[in-house]
């Protein structure tokens, strides 16, 4: 059955993206340290997709730092808005299961990637095609985004499921009778 997702899928989707983009930004700046990169290295990559940033950075600098954290955010929001329309749209009950939600996130991460890191990013930074989009931690990250964002979008529907279930039952100890009152003549 094909239903229309609603706004909570799209607000849904896109805090899961930003929690899945906030654990891939982690991951990058752990995994990219013992080839010479600093930690900053990944954010101000993202932030040299503007030309005056360039050439990309190690240590932190506001510009192209805080730059790419914005960047890398609105990118990891829209990325979980759109995953989240999607399966609202065409799958809503497959929503709620973590395992499932996980490898359809994981290939939402791989196709993430694809997108961005092969066609967008390289469009707006010519350097991205030849260091990032082909390195492996680049696509490993993105695959942990995907599925990082999947569970959390199951785990937010889940719950909003469990509330909306608790809000149809009567509140414990409370007992809901029919009253009958008549009018009496005078």
Request: glycine share 16%; aromatic share 10%.
């Amino acid at each position: 059955m094909r239903m229309a997702a609603s706004a909570p899928w799209l607000g849904e989707g896109a805090i899961a993206g930003m929690l899945g983009g906030a654990v891939y930004g982690l991951y990058e700046a752990f995994a990219l340290r013992p080839r010479g990169m600093g930690r900053w290295g990944h954010m101000n990559a993202i932030g040299a997709t503007l030309p005056w940033y360039r050439p990309v950075q190690d240590d932190f600098r506001w510009g192209p730092s805080g730059t790419g954290i914005v960047l890398h955010a609105m990118t990891s929001a829209i990325g979980g808005a759109a995953y989240g329309t999607l399966l609202g749209t065409y799958d809503p009950a497959h929503a709620r299961s973590l395992g499932r939600e996980a490898l359809t996130g994981l290939g939402w991460g791989a196709a993430f990637w694809a997108t961005w890191g092969l066609l967008i990013g390289p469009s707006l930074d010519p350097a991205m095609l030849k260091t990032m989009a082909r390195d492996r931690n680049f696509f490993l990250g993105h695959l942990i985004y995907g599925t990082i964002t999947g569970l959390v979008l199951a785990s937010l529907l889940r719950r909003r499921a469990r509330g909306a279930s608790r809000d149809r039952r009567e509140p414990a100890g409370v007992k809901v009778t029919a009253v009958r009152v008549q009018a009496q003549r005078t």
